[in-house]
């Protein structure tokens, strides 16, 4: 019968989308034939039309231009005005081929360009030329004569009036072109939509004929899958389909999962009588014999054997312990070795063995009638612990089907286990009968025991000896030991003894700080009253010598600052914090900063800045910038004509080196800053990276400077990850040279930097080229009120000034008094507390923490805490500018903060912050 040809649903859905997507090509074709020809006609319209007005207009461009360079040469003489001419004069003609060609399909435009064309070339003949040659005779006379009548004129006037017809009749075709062209748009629309209903049409029908195809096949299957369902577990009935598509691949699939169900549960039914039928077994070969007997009746096996391990001088022999069939004759095994034979090797491989060939030589199955061949042979081990203890073998007349090897297979998983639970109730009542034996041998191994521990104790003598003589070297070792010790101890007290120095010296720059600061703070605060000069009764040189003493008070606070960050530096403790920093806003900064400077010196400032160098690098930028200043002051300083260049560049990849190479970072950046000043002595380029050194006497005593700067700039390099070059020659300038990583992934591991800011005093902000920018606790930046504003803030204001030293509180005083405030002292924290509880109340409190008796910190907590006054504004004043100064201050109840010397401004804007709130 001939096979019938399938037809699968997917078969049926692609052969439909196949014709929907024939009739959409179709469809597609036709549409882009029809844009494809609108396209060329757009595009000729396009590119022609606006081609001729182009060169229309560019050949009346070159016209005005002859006529402009005519009348300006005629009018001024000057040949300059020549050249337009001469260039339209030879550029015209070129447009004018070029136009003429372009409407080679067009005579009657042609036959108005020749017209156009002869106007112009008589325009040129009769009044271009004659009058440029007249000009240049200086012909003076002819030339009025000639343009008295100006012929010119109406050949400029035909001209221009033949091109506007020309222009008329061009944008008349242009309009032609394009109603055609929406012509036949509207064709194509039309088409489109009659196109669009007929593939709809056809998907439709294509749509009905599959659907009616697949539901009805579907239908059939779900009526029969019903019919077995209400059979009440009966799984015999089976589902016939009579399409040849995957409709009948589920009612197979769902036939042969109803026969793999109905074969689990008879595995299931028989597996549950085998797991209970060797239950109470006390002996093996009983055990055995059970087994052989259920399991051959569930499988039909005609023939079997069963063997178990035992262990003798030869290894593991298997012994047969039961069989099924048997004819009890030499035929068979009684035992074998493993390895020994298809039996053997099924037990040293640990698997089972299914064998349908039997030869010829094989046991035969006995019955009454006779001897019959099996045709089938299935040897399985018994695992325990994954160690072979019995096999079986069974043979049958039929082939062993893969449910009933499954069968066997699955009753085998735990049978091991109780064959040793056989085994071992069996050796436990063997080793029982063997107790009293082994209780006799004990015995007569205690005596022999006896005589053992005479001749033990007897080593024992000799191993005292030995570890007598081990003890005296021991103690040899102890000498030796505490002789080390002693040299560690000896080591540690200098460590701690240099540990010390360290922090005496921290707190001899803290303390220095301090005592620098406080009379600092007067200097600067007395100074700038004076400076400001607000009574009128200072002269000019007086205001300037207060000028004089604030600007010196100023660098002396910039020298400690210098001094202090070169501790830090050398004490390994200065605190790095990395963050991102723009490096395109670099050049900007630098010009801020130091453009006033190179106009004051009349040096000229360049910065150039490569396109590779990254927008964003990670450093820490306060340390960077203050490298950067640090190396223009100085260029600035040297330097008294000529310029100051800083070039930013990144490091090229060929140009790294090995050292470079083994830190981790995305870039390397190259600053250099180069000046065409004094330039150095190459014997001075390593002296002057030292603290308190420059080149020479010389330039100490004419440019100044304490030789600080540079020997920082060199440290905050190294701590950055980096270095400074420096390449100079004296009378021509020198090049310091920044080379910088970006540490995107952390400090380098070259030095372990630590927190130092508790130990050592901290510096304000670095100081800018000749401006200093001072830095702002409060974090809110008020706006500046007028000064009618301060006076109603600061009018009548009671304000106590609590500080140990009579020149602050004096400074202080005076500055507060002119704005009008109520002013009271202490001298410490005990007078202040007095005077509050014995006085009116304040409104604000300036605290100074270092002062002896009761500091600012327990004065400000007893404020807070015994006197209740919790919304009294106190603004603290210390000169000892710790780094945790600040947040100790605003726990111990300060509501702001602020480091000395003091700046007034700052000062007032703080008290005005909180005095109106």
């Known amino acids: 019968m001939e096979k019938k040809m399938r037809f699968g649903i997917k078969s049926k859905i692609i ?126 006379k002819e030339l009025q004569q000639f343009f008295e009548k100006d012929p010119g004129r109406q050949y400029m006037d035909d001209i221009r009036s033949q091109f506007t017809s020309f222009r008329n009749v061009e944008k008349k075709s242009t309009e032609t072109r394009a109603t055609e062209l929406d012509e036949k748009n509207q064709k194509i629309k039309i088409g489109l939509y009659g196109l669009l209903f007929f593939v709809t049409l056809i998907s439709l029908v294509i749509a009905v004929v599959l659907s009616n195809s697949i539901v009805n096949t579907i239908k059939e299957v779900t009526q029969t899958i019903k019919r077995i369902t209400a059979s009440k577990g009966e799984l015999k009935g089976r589902i016939k389909v009579r399409s040849n598509d995957e409709i009948k691949d589920l009612g197979l699939a769902t036939n042969a999962l109803l026969k793999n169900i109905e074969e689990r549960n008879w595995l299931q039914t028989n597996l549950a009588h085998a797991v209970t ?3 109470g077994i006390a002996s093996v070969d009983k055990l055995a014999e059970k087994f052989l007997f259920t399991i051959s009746e569930m499988t039909g096996a005609s023939f079997g054997a069963f063997y178990v391990r035992e262990e003798n001088d030869k290894g593991n022999l ?139 104790q007897m080593q024992s003598e000799e191993l005292r000896m030995i570890n007598e003589q081990l003890e005296e070297r021991t103690k040899d070792a102890e000498e030796k030991s505490f002789e080390l010790e002693a040299a560690k101890e000896d080591l540690e007290e200098k460590a701690h003894q240099l540990e010390l120095n360290s922090q005496y010296k921290s707190e001899f720059l803290a303390n220095m700080s301090h005592e620098l600061r406080t009379p600092l703070n007067s200097i600067l605060i007395l100074s700038e009253m004076l400076e400001e000069n607000a009574a009128k009764t200072l002269s000019e040189d007086e205001e300037e010598y207060a000028r004089i003493i604030h600007s010196s008070g100023k660098d002396l606070l910039a020298l400690i600052n210098d001094i202090l960050d070169l501790s830090k530096v050398e004490s390994g403790k200065l605190d790095v914090l990395l963050a991102e920093m723009n490096m395109s806003e670099l050049p900007d900064q630098i010009e801020r900063n130091f453009s006033h400077v190179a106009e004051q010196k009349k040096v000229q400032l360049k910065i150039n800045k490569a396109q590779d160098v990254p927008d964003i690098i990670h450093t820490d930028e306060k340390r960077f910038q203050q490298i950067v200043k640090n190396l223009l002051s100085n260029a600035f300083k040297f330097t008294e004509s000529g310029s100051v260049t800083v070039s930013i560049q990144r490091v090229a990849d060929h140009r790294l080196t090995t050292a470079m190479r083994t830190i981790d970072t995305d870039c390397w950046l190259e600053i250099a800053v180069a000046d065409t000043g004094i330039g150095i002595p190459k014997e001075k380029h390593q002296l002057i990276f030292e603290a308190f050194q420059q080149a020479d006497g010389a330039t100490v005593r004419k440019y100044g400077g304490t030789g600080l700067g540079l020997s920082i700039c060199s440290e905050f390099a190294k701590l950055l990850g980096g270095w400074i070059s420096l390449s100079s020659e004296v009378g021509k300038g020198s090049t310091f040279t920044l080379y910088l990583p970006s540490l995107s992934n952390g400090l380098i591991d070259y030095e372990k930097v630590n927190f130092a800011y508790e130990e050592v005093a901290v510096s304000v902000e670095e100081a800018e080229p000749e401006a200093e920018i001072t830095e702002i606790d409060h974090p809110v930046q008020p706006v500046e009120p007028s000064l009618q504003d301060d006076e109603n803030v600061f009018q009548d204001k009671r304000v106590l000034i609590v500080d140990d030293d009579q020149r602050n509180i004096f400074a202080l005083k005076t500055a507060l008094a002119k704005q009008g405030m109520t002013i009271m002292t202490a001298h410490n924290g005990i007078e202040c507390l007095e005077m509050m509880k014995n006085s009116e109340p304040f409104d604000l409190i300036l605290m100074d923490i270092m002062m002896p008796q009761m500091d600012g910190y327990e004065a400000m907590q007893k404020i807070r805490g015994e006197l209740k006054l919790v919304d009294l504004p106190i603004i603290a004043l210390t000169a000892k500018a710790m780094k945790n100064d600040r947040e100790k201050c605003l726990e111990a109840g300060a509501s702001d903060y602020i480091s000395k010397p003091l700046d007034l401004n700052q000062l007032f804007s703080v008290m005005r912050v909180w005095l109106v709130n």
């Open 318 to 456: 298997f012994v047969k312990q039961a069989a099924f069939a048997d004819q009890k004759s030499e035929a068979g095994r009684a035992s074998f070795l493993i390895g020994e034979g298809l039996i053997g090797q099924a037990a040293l491989e640990k698997r089972t063995f299914a064998i349908n060939d039997v030869p010829d030589t094989y046991q035969l199955i006995a019955s009454g009638l006779g001897d019959v061949k099996p045709k089938s042979i299935f040897i399985v081990p018994v695992l325990f612990e994954d160690e072979v203890i019995a096999v079986i073998e069974l043979a049958s007349l039929h082939e062993f089907t893969a449910l009933e090897q499954e069968l066997i297979s699955q009753v085998i998983e735990t049978f091991g286990l109780t064959i040793n639970g056989v085994i071992r109730r069996m050796e436990i009542a063997r080793l029982l009968k063997e107790s009293q034996a082994m209780t006799e041998e004990l015995q007569a191994q205690s005596e022999e025991l006896q005589t053992q521990s005479e001749e033990l």
């Open 277 to 279: 039928m060797y239950q």
């Open 15 to 140: 052969i439909g989308y196949l014709i929907v997507i024939i009739c959409l090509f179709i469809a597609f074709i036709v549409l882009n034939s029809q844009i494809s020809s609108l396209q060329k006609e757009r595009n000729f319209i396009i590119d022609h039309d606006i081609e001729v007005h182009d060169l229309t207009n560019r050949i009346e461009k070159h016209l005005l231009d002859m006529e402009t360079g005519q009348r300006g040469y005629i009018i001024t003489g000057e040949a300059s005005y020549l050249e337009p001419y001469n260039s339209a004069a030879s550029s015209w003609e070129k447009d004018y081929n070029a136009l003429y060609q372009l409407l080679n399909n067009n005579p009657n435009q042609q036959e108005k360009l020749e017209k156009i064309k002869g106007s112009i070339q008589d325009w040129i003949e009769a009044a271009g030329e004659p009058t440029i040659a007249l000009k240049k005779e200086n012909n003076t």
